[in-house]
Structure formats: structure tokens, C-alpha cells
Nanobody, 124 residues
Framework: QVQLVESGGGPVQAGGSLSVSCAAS????????MGWFRQAPGKEREFVAG????????YYADAVKGRFTISRDNAKNTVSLQMNSLKPEDTAVYYC?????????????????WGEGTQVTVSS
């Protein structure tokens, strides 16, 4: 069983930057693919970014590509998401995710473990 705890988030103005982080514990959490999803009010939870535990291969949703950067520190069992050039449509609860598969699934229903989420609010 893996526990995920997010930190960071908060309010930011459009065009600004923000970082969210996630600390994993339990199991062999350094061997899980990890990443981030987000969920805006009235919308489904959507994939944002993922990173594999071997080779730290990264991949992103088209909506954030070029603006967001995901990274992980296997020694510390943490994953971070640096968000730049934020837009109001990036406003959502951001959830840390971990999975036993090589790559984090892009479908929320397939993900093994979740954090409780952290709010990111981008004002125009």
C-alpha cells in the first residue's frame, strides 16, 4: 500500500508559476510510475503528466505540454510538478497518482493509488 501526500498549490495569477509536490511512502514506492491528474468542478478527473520509475521518462497532456514539467527524486520518493504560464483553465484540484505499471495510465479509473489532492486556483 502506498500513501501519497501532496503539498504546494494555492492561488496564483494568470501567467504566473506554481509548484506542487508529492511525497510517497509505503511499499516500494520508488518503483511506481507516478504523476498528476486534475479535476475541475463539474468535470472528470484528467491526466496531466506522468513519469516512469525506470529512466524517468516523462509525458504530458497536450493542454500542458511546454508549460508544465514533472520530475521525481527516487531517493526521496517525491514527485514534483512545476507549472509555468498558468491559465485560468488550469484551475483544479491536482491529485498525485502512483501505479504499479511501468507508465502511469492516462485513464483515472486505471490508477492504483491517489493522494487527497491540492487546490490550484488561477485568476485572470
Amino acid at each position: 500500500q502506498v500513501q501519497l501526500v501532496e503539498s504546494g498549490g494555492g492561488p496564483v495569477q494568470a501567467g504566473g508559476s506554481l509548484s506542487v509536490s508529492c511525497a510517497a511512502s509505503g511499499g516500494t514506492s520508488s518503483r511506481y510510475s507516478m504523476g498528476w491528474f486534475r479535476q475541475a468542478p463539474g468535470k472528470e478527473r484528467e491526466f496531466v503528466a506522468g513519469i516512469t520509475w525506470i529512466s524517468s521518462i516523462t509525458y504530458y497532456a497536450d493542454a500542458v505540454k511546454g508549460r508544465f514539467t514533472i520530475s521525481r527524486d527516487n531517493a526521496k520518493n517525491t514527485v514534483s510538478l512545476q507549472m509555468n504560464s498558468l491559465k485560468p483553465e488550469d484551475t483544479a484540484v491536482y491529485y498525485c497518482a502512483a501505479d504499479r505499471k511501468f507508465a502511469l495510465p492516462r485513464q483515472a479509473v486505471e490508477v492504483d493509488y491517489w493522494g487527497e489532492g491540492t487546490q490550484v486556483t488561477v485568476s485572470s
